[in-house]
């Protein structure tokens, strides 16, 4: 089993930045590849960014392409989600995840372990 515990969401002005933070925990070996999603109000989660634990390739979704940006810190077993230039359209709650194959990166069906999730908040 992974643990994943995530932090750093709260309200910002549009054009502001915030830092989301994920800590894992338990079997994180069993886990390489690791995923933020969001799902906003009425709609479907969604995939924002990924990346792997050995330093790999990342991918981003288009509409944050630019904007964030993903990386890790393997020895606190950490991984982050820098956002900048946030726009009223990123209000949403913010998941981890963690899988095992870099197959399908961006989709949600690839990842075994979700956090709680946390609400980012992007006022106009």
């Known amino acids: 089993q992974v643990q994943l515990v995530e932090s750093g969401g709260g309200l910002v002005q549009a054009g502001g930045s915030l830092r989301l933070s994920c800590a894992a925990s338990?079997?994180?070996?069993?886990?390489?590849?690791m995923g933020w999603f969001r799902q906003a109000p009425g709609k479907e989660r969604e995939f924002v960014a990924a990346?792997?634990?050995?330093?790999?390739?990342?991918y981003y979704a288009d509409s944050v392409k630019g904007r964030f940006t993903i990386s890790r810190d393997n020895a606190k077993n950490s991984v982050y989600l820098q956002m900048n230039s946030l726009k009223p359209e990123d209000t949403a709650v913010y998941y981890c995840?963690?899988?095992?194959?870099?197959?399908?990166?961006?989709?949600?069906?690839?990842?075994?372990?979700w956090g709680q999730g946390t609400q980012v908040t992007v006022s106009s």
């Open positions: 995840a963690a899988g095992r194959s870099w197959r399908r990166p961006s989709e949600s069906g690839a990842y075994d372990y």
């Open positions: 338990g079997r994180t070996l069993s886990a390489s590849v």
């Open positions: 990346t792997t634990w050995s330093g790999g390739p990342t």
